[in-house]
């Protein structure tokens, strides 16, 4: 079973404006990561924030993590038609197995 | 886009056949994960070597193994292919203390 959904499944933006992609998950966690991934193929890690951070950045990206809601939020500010992609968080296994769990990923489109 | 190289990329194979599928991480990689990502779902870990041991196993039955090889290669072999088992398979390596990378994965697909 999945840890964690996100939400909403589908986003369609016009290229320039903001994106904003929801997880949520359930148990206790160590680090939350998001990943990338175009048209089913491989994963392209974007970022990992750990339990004690609140917020991080990197590029355009944005991340929020609030572990009182179990959930995080990923910003992508101006979207590119290269955006376009599938967005899946994951969260480390609390029992330590170093197994990663995934969400059920949106699928995000930018359109030109 | 990654050091991690699978192969085959596409795979076809007949309900009840076999199939290995095969990852070659990069040096210094200990570890390695396997995961199976049914369409229009997240990927699902199967089970992770460490230095040629399993160390960790998802809910999947024993027709999955694995084995992983001194020179950072790694295998994941099915036994009695199912339907279900259809699936982008997706191998991820780290190094101690470090990130995962991911291949791009192998397309399965049981007729």
């Known amino acids: 079973s999945q840890q964690g959904e996100e939400d909403p499944q589908a986003l369609s933006i016009q290229e320039g404006e903001n994106a904003t992609m929801n997880c949520s998950y359930k148990t206790s966690i160590n680090n939350l990561q998001w990943y990338r991934q175009n048209s089913g193929r491989g994963l392209v890690h974007l970022i990992l924030i750990r339990s004690n951070e609140r917020e991080k950045h990197s590029g355009r990206l944005r991340v929020t993590l609030d572990t009182s809601k179990k959930s995080s939020s990923l910003l992508i500010t101006a979207s590119r038609a290269a955006d376009t992609a599938s967005y899946f968080c994951?969260?480390?296994?609390?029992?330590?197995?170093?197994?990663?769990?995934f969400g059920t990923g949106t699928r995000l489109k930018v359109l030109a | 886009e990654t050091g991690v190289t699978q192969s085959p990329t596409h795979l076809i194979k007949t309900r009840g056949q076999q199939v290995t599928l095969r990852c070659s991480s990069q040096s210094g990689h200990n570890t390695v994960s396997w995961y199976q990502q049914a369409l229009g779902q997240g990927p699902q870990f199967i089970f992770q070597?460490?230095?040629?041991?399993?160390?960790g196993r998802g809910n999947f039955p024993p027709r999955f193994s694995g084995l992983q090889f001194p020179n950072y290669s790694s295998e994941l072999n099915v036994n009695a292919l199912e339907l279900d088992d259809s699936a982008l398979y997706l191998c991820?390596?780290?190094?101690?203390?470090?990130?995962?990378?991911f291949g791009s994965g192998t397309r399965l697909t049981v007729v």
């Open positions: 994951a969260t480390d296994d609390p029992s330590g197995t170093y197994k990663y769990i």
């Open positions: 070597y460490y230095r040629e041991e399993e160390n």
């Open positions: 991820a390596s780290r190094g101690t203390g470090g990130g995962y990378t």
